[in-house]
T-cell receptor, first 112, second 116 residues
């Protein structure tokens, strides 16, 4: 299995609080991604990174920010969590152009 | 417009039969890639098969094959001799974008149930 660790695995938080999800890889891969998965929507891209300090927005980036200060870590921050951000969040990494995404085990976030 | 369309929300298939999961895509890029993933009820995402836009042969991986019809912009997954363990959600995804800044877009998935 690709070396990807997401933390925490589960989190319950209140509306309006900041939340940071962490993705850590040991593969030294260039590309890292954050997706959210919701019923009926499949996986939707939030943000992605193609190198240290190089990030870009995906299709559902509003309300989220990311940082990548080291190759191995990609952080996703919800500045002020809302109930609509209740979801399962997946981090993924990719080594090259034709390489597949390898996913972490996901973080289940509940915003009450 | 949807980048990836999976028109079958759910399918029921008898064990040992072959099954085709549909996927159509929309892109103006000349170079792109298509992926299929399996998500069992345990939740992990498992990579199954990949097809590059310039590949002339259809990709195959064991019981999985990808029926790539470029002119129709379709990339259907074919599972031969289905097994109970094939019951899962299946997602089609497309890689596009310029080198160094690619992103992958997923379809909404098809839930496949294999009936004994």
């Amino acid at each position: 299995d690709a070396g990807i660790t997401q933390s925490p695995r589960h989190k319950v938080t209140e509306t309006g609080t900041p939340v940071t999800l962490r993705c850590h890889q040991t593969e030294n891969h260039r590309y890292m991604y954050w997706y959210r998965q919701d019923p009926g929507h499949g996986l939707r891209l939030i943000h992605y990174s193609y190198g240290v300090k190089d990030t870009d927005k995906g299709e559902v980036s509003d309300g989220y920010s990311v940082s990548r200060s080291k190759t191995e870590d990609f952080l996703l921050t919800l500045e002020s969590a809302t109930s609509s951000q209740t979801s399962v969040y997946f981090c993924a990494i990719r080594g090259g152009v034709d390489s597949p995404l390898h996913f972490g085990n996901g973080t289940r976030l509940t915003v009450t | 417009a949807q980048k990836i369309t999976q028109t079958q929300p759910g399918m029921f298939v008898q064990e040992k039969e072959a099954v085709t999961l549909d996927c159509t895509y929309d892109t103006s890029d000349q170079s792109y890639g298509l992926f299929w993933y399996k998500q069992p009820s345990s939740g992990e995402m498992i990579f199954l098969i990949y097809q590059g836009s310039y590949d002339e042969q259809n990709a195959t991986e064991g019981r999985y094959s990808l029926n790539f019809q470029k002119a129709r912009k379709s990339a259907n997954l074919v599972i031969s001799a289905s097994q109970l363990g094939d019951s899962a959600m299946y997602f089609c995804a497309m890689r596009e974008g310029r080198f160094g800044n690619e992103k992958l877009t997923f379809g909404t998935g098809t839930r496949l149930t294999i009936i004994p």
